[in-house]
Nanobody, 128 residues
Framework: VQLQASGGGLVQAGGSLRLSCAASGRTSSTYTMGWFRQAPGAEREFVAAIRWSGWSGGRTDYADSVKGRFTISRDNAKNTVYLEMNSLKPEDTAVYYC???????????????????WGQGTLVTVSS
């Protein structure tokens, strides 16, 4: 599976951006897709994830730092996941990475090792 992330850019504090992550190749109908971010000098951290299966439907999970401001959503027909980011803060500045695993992961917060495929990062810069 190949992942292509896009949508990063420069935005003022309080503004919004929408990131997209398109999956191609041998994608499965069951999956977990997530967004992580990595600020300069920091560890990569979990941001949000969406899980989907035919029998369980969809479920979303968020890091506490973005809950209420970010929304992850999916378009299965396009094999694309979106991250709508509102009320952006300077501390949201980071390279954002999308990731995918062909399973319905358990739990609600994830680590990088939980995901099999990764896209290239897209830079989000929030100015104060």
């Amino acid at each position: 599976v190949q992942l292509q992330a896009s949508g990063g850019g420069l935005v003022q504090a309080g503004g919004s951006l929408r990131l997209s992550c398109a999956a191609s190749g041998r994608t499965s109908s069951t999956y977990t897709m997530g967004w992580f971010r990595q600020a300069p000098g920091a560890e990569r951290e979990f941001v949000a994830a969406i899980r989907w299966s035919g029998w369980s439907g969809g479920r979303t999970d968020y890091a506490d730092s973005v809950k209420g401001r970010f929304t992850i959503s999916r378009d299965n027909a396009k094999n694309t996941v979106y991250l709508e980011m509102n009320s952006l803060k300077p501390e949201d500045t980071a390279v954002y990475y999308c990731a995918r695993d062909p399973t319905y992961l358990s739990g609600s917060h994830y680590s990088s090792g939980d995901f099999r495929s990764w896209g290239q990062g897209t830079l989000v810069t929030v100015s104060s």
